[in-house]
């Protein structure tokens, strides 16, 4: 045991060393953060980790996740330690090209699940995780994540232990680097290990407060922590910010800042010298994920013209379908499950089903973490709520991850909930992720085409459905595709074309008739894809058109439909058609559908007036 407690001293030197290399070669980066984390590492990888690094997408691999992103000094001197990275690797650290980059992240690293640096996300991410080894792969791997302390200020970090709790995730173990010190001073509870430790007791938590730095009492809490049958472990450790060297330790003004090369190479010596220790990281048991069903064949739900139905009615009754076809498919909500029609799936396939009640941030994050997980992951509520949980569809996209979501009750059309609920800015948002898909059916059987297309796409995607049920548009025959858009009225003598997307493109259809009525003719454009957009349509369209386009859109005027057919026609260095926008402009109150469309001017009487003031 001597041996061993001196092995791992010996690595924790190690990897502090390392950390002050890697960030003085690069002039930049958090060596202090990565320092104080040290010895825990040290213990974790020599015995506790178990991993294959040369199997990164091995079943039973567990899963080790830096939350506190920043402290990736010393996650990548493990890598060399590990012996997956070179020295040489190590030392072009947050260089132009090198895959370590200065927060963790998955583009560039195999055994990384997920970008961090935006704090509060690892361990809500690593919930989703351990929810997938605990309930669907049913394998016995572990889900390890490390945890700054100023990061214990995130709000989703506590709907994180909330759920793991909920969940009895005993496979998941919090590491609380306590180092007291945050980017400009003290954190908000110093060093009061008792108060985090209450407050994870509170949340359900095994919490063991232990020093550090004292391996013999992290291997010990570790121990303990595997123990646990039917809880989450958090260990509060007391550490040091800048660990091991007199210039650092414990010393405000450090976060963020490197070494120089006079001030490493004293901090290296006291820290006894570099060293190139390589630990055999034990490798999981070679076991495979529980079976989640056998696939069979898709057959997605069928809505008879000349009837109504809501796109979120069946958005639910597709993920059904979709969810027979593929038995990886997960499906998440968060406490209204009734409202956005995912309750459907939950009636069929609850063994899937993950209620994340009201904490929208911990549903996206375990979405991603099944993603980790290679599942199929759909969450869903209202379209508002998801602006909550930006930041974390904004670092999916970051981590790679494929997240579908859907948000419901879009609109001014929702009615007399009033504007609290009423999503405005929802396209705006996801239009804004990088590489996103955006998508807003008009028709249920466009809707369950969607969804399927969904499961197999990339990236973040987001469907937007509508509350009030609406006429059934195409048979189930008709295909989909990302990108398209649909000429519901078309003729060879149309004035004006009106471009729309789920309730208004009904209104336009109205308008369509009264304007016909009338003898004038319009063209009227399903954008069911708001992004990638149809661009060919759109030039076809203002070609054919007189170059008049209208766009009418549930919605606030900025960043939605007709921005995004504005957009169709940037950069082409051709003349631009006129498009006028119909949109949301000012803040609405409570009433009934229409009567609030109306008010807005989205409805097909202001359409039928805007087409005529074009003309």
Same mark, same amino acid.
């Given at each position: 045991?001597?041996?061993?407690?001196?092995?791992?001293?010996?690595?924790?030197?190690?990897?502090?060393?390392?950390?002050?290399?890697?960030?003085?070669?690069?002039?930049?980066?958090?060596?202090?953060?990565?320092?104080?984390?040290?010895?825990?590492?040290?213990?974790?990888?020599?015995?506790?980790?178990?991993?294959?690094?040369?199997?990164?997408?091995?079943?039973?691999?567990?899963?080790?996740?830096? =939350?506190?992103?920043?402290?990736?000094?010393?996650?990548?001197?493990?890598?060399?330690?590990?012996?997956?990275?070179?020295?040489?690797?190590?030392?072009?650290?947050?260089? /132009?090209?090198?895959?370590? @980059?200065?927060?963790?992240?998955?583009?560039?690293?195999?055994?990384?699940?997920?970008?961090?640096?935006?704090?509060?996300?690892?361990?809500?991410?690593?919930?989703?995780?351990?929810?997938?080894?605990?309930?669907?792969?049913?394998?016995?791997?572990?889900?390890?994540?490390?945890?700054?302390?100023?990061?214990?200020?995130?709000?989703?970090?506590?709907?994180?232990?909330?759920?793991?709790?909920?969940?009895?995730?005993?496979?998941?173990?919090?590491?609380?680097?306590?180092?007291?010190?945050?980017?400009?001073?003290?954190?908000?509870?110093?060093?009061?290990?008792?108060?985090?430790?209450?407050?994870?007791?509170?949340?359900?938590?095994?919490?063991?407060?232990?020093?550090?730095?004292?391996?013999?009492?992290?291997?010990?809490?570790?121990?303990?922590?595997?123990?646990?049958?039917?809880?989450?472990?958090?260990?509060?450790?007391?550490?040091?910010?800048?660990?091991?060297?007199?210039?650092?330790?414990?010393?405000?003004?450090?976060?963020?800042?490197?070494?120089?090369?006079?001030?490493?190479?004293?901090?290296?010596?006291? /820290?006894?010298?570099?060293?190139?220790?390589?630990?055999?990281?034990?490798?999981?048991?070679?076991?495979?994920?529980?079976?989640?069903?056998?696939?069979?064949?898709?057959?997605?739900?069928?809505?008879?013209?000349?009837?109504?139905?809501?796109? $979120?009615?069946?958005?639910?009754?597709?993920?059904?379908?979709?969810?027979?076809?593929?038995?990886?498919?997960?499906?998440?909500?968060?406490?209204?499950?009734?409202?956005?029609?995912?309750?459907?799936?939950?009636?069929?396939?609850? @063994? $899937?089903?993950?209620?994340?009640?009201?904490?929208?941030?911990?549903?996206? =994050?375990?979405?991603?973490?099944?993603?980790?997980?290679?599942?199929?992951?759909?969450?869903?509520?209202?379209?508002?709520?998801?602006?909550?949980?930006?930041?974390?569809?904004?670092?999916?996209?970051?981590?790679?991850?494929?997240?579908?979501?859907?948000?419901?009750?879009?609109?001014?059309?929702?009615?007399?909930?009033?504007? =609290?609920?009423?999503?405005?800015?929802?396209?705006?948002?996801?239009?804004?992720?990088?590489? =996103?898909?955006?998508?807003?059916?008009?028709?249920?059987?466009?809707?369950?085409?969607?969804?399927?297309?969904?499961?197999?796409?990339?990236?973040?995607?987001?469907? $937007?459905?509508?509350?009030?049920?609406?006429?059934?548009?195409?048979?189930?025959?008709?295909?989909?595709?990302?990108?398209?858009?649909?000429?519901?009225?078309?003729?060879?003598?149309?004035?004006?074309?009106?471009?729309?997307?789920?309730?208004?493109?009904?209104?336009?259809?109205?308008?369509?008739?009264?304007?016909?009525?009338?003898?004038?003719?319009?063209?009227?454009?399903?954008?069911?894809?708001?992004?990638?957009?149809?661009?060919?349509? /759109?030039?076809?369209?203002?070609?054919?058109?007189?170059?008049?386009?209208?766009?009418? @859109?549930?919605?606030?005027?900025?960043?939605?439909?007709?921005?995004?057919?504005?957009?169709?026609?940037?950069?082409?260095?051709?003349?631009?058609?006129?498009?006028?926008?119909?949109?949301?402009?000012?803040?609405?109150?409570?009433?009934?559908?229409?009567?609030?469309?109306?008010?807005?001017?989205?409805?097909?009487?202001?359409?039928?007036?805007?087409?005529?003031?074009? /003309?």
């Amino acid at each position: 045991m001597a041996d061993q407690i001196q092995d791992w001293k010996a690595l924790g030197a190690q990897l502090r060393i390392d950390s002050i290399r890697c960030t003085t070669a690069a002039g930049s980066g958090h060596p202090t953060s990565s320092m104080s984390a040290a010895d825990l590492m040290a213990v974790l990888m020599s015995k506790y980790l178990k991993y294959d690094w040369d199997s990164p997408k091995k079943p039973n691999n567990d899963h080790l996740i830096f =939350s506190k992103g920043h402290a990736c000094p010393v996650l990548y001197s493990m890598y060399k330690a590990a012996g997956a990275i070179t020295d040489d690797e190590l030392l072009t650290l947050r260089q /132009l090209g090198s895959r370590l @980059e200065g927060h963790p992240n998955p583009h560039t690293l195999p055994w990384v699940d997920v970008a961090t640096g935006s704090l509060g996300q690892g361990l809500p991410i690593g919930v989703g995780i351990a929810l997938d080894g605990k309930y669907v792969d049913k394998l016995p791997f572990r889900v390890w994540v490390l945890l700054g302390d100023s990061e214990m200020a995130e709000g989703s970090i506590w709907e994180a232990f909330d759920k793991a709790s909920h969940y009895n995730l005993n496979n998941l173990i919090a590491i609380l680097d306590m180092n007291r010190l945050g980017q400009r001073g003290e954190t908000d509870l110093g060093w009061n290990s008792a108060v985090y430790a209450a407050r994870a007791r509170a949340f359900g938590w095994h919490a063991i407060e232990l020093d550090g730095h004292d391996v013999t009492a992290i291997d010990d809490a570790y121990t303990e922590a595997l123990a646990q049958t039917d809880k989450p472990t958090v260990l509060v450790a007391k550490t040091e910010k800048g660990h091991g060297a007199s210039l650092t330790a414990n010393k405000d003004g450090w976060h963020g800042k490197a070494l120089n090369a006079e001030q490493a190479a004293v901090a290296i010596v006291e /820290l006894g010298g570099e060293r190139n220790i390589i630990i055999a990281v034990q490798k999981p048991e070679d076991l495979k994920p529980a079976s989640t069903g056998t696939a069979q064949p898709l057959k997605l739900p069928v809505y008879d013209l000349g009837t109504k139905e809501a796109t $979120r009615k069946a958005y639910g009754d597709a993920l059904v379908a979709v969810g027979a076809n593929r038995p990886e498919v997960v499906v998440l909500d968060a406490e209204v499950s009734n409202s956005t029609h995912a309750e459907e799936f939950k009636k069929v396939y609850p @063994e $899937r089903f993950f209620e994340m009640f009201i904490a929208e941030q911990q549903m996206v =994050s375990a979405a991603a973490g099944f993603g980790v997980r290679q599942k199929v992951a759909f969450a869903s509520t209202f379209s508002a709520f998801f602006t909550r949980a930006f930041d974390q569809i904004r670092m999916g996209a970051i981590s790679n991850s494929n997240l579908r979501l859907c948000g419901s009750h879009a609109g001014v059309s929702i009615g007399e909930d009033g504007p =609290s609920q009423m999503a405005l800015e929802d396209m705006a948002m996801m239009r804004a992720v990088c590489g =996103s898909t955006v998508l807003y059916p008009s028709d249920p059987n466009q809707t369950a085409q969607l969804v399927d297309i969904m499961a197999g796409l990339p990236g973040i995607s987001f469907l $937007r459905t509508t509350r009030e049920k609406l006429p059934v548009l195409y048979s189930p025959d008709e295909k989909f595709r990302v990108g398209g858009s649909r000429e519901v009225k078309k003729s060879d003598n149309d004035k004006v074309a009106v471009i729309a997307g789920g309730i208004t493109l009904h209104e336009s259809l109205k308008a369509y008739e009264t304007l016909k009525a009338e003898g004038i003719n319009i063209r009227v454009i399903d954008l069911y894809s708001v992004k990638p957009v149809d661009s060919e349509t /759109l030039h076809r369209a203002a070609a054919e058109c007189g170059g008049n386009l209208i766009t009418v @859109e549930d919605h606030w005027i900025e960043g939605g439909i007709g921005d995004a057919v504005l957009e169709a026609f940037a950069g082409f260095g051709e003349k631009s058609p006129t498009v006028v926008k119909l949109a949301v402009t000012k803040l609405p109150g409570s009433g009934k559908p229409a009567e609030l469309m109306n008010v807005c001017g989205i409805d097909a009487e202001h359409i039928v007036e805007a087409v005529k003031r074009v /003309l």
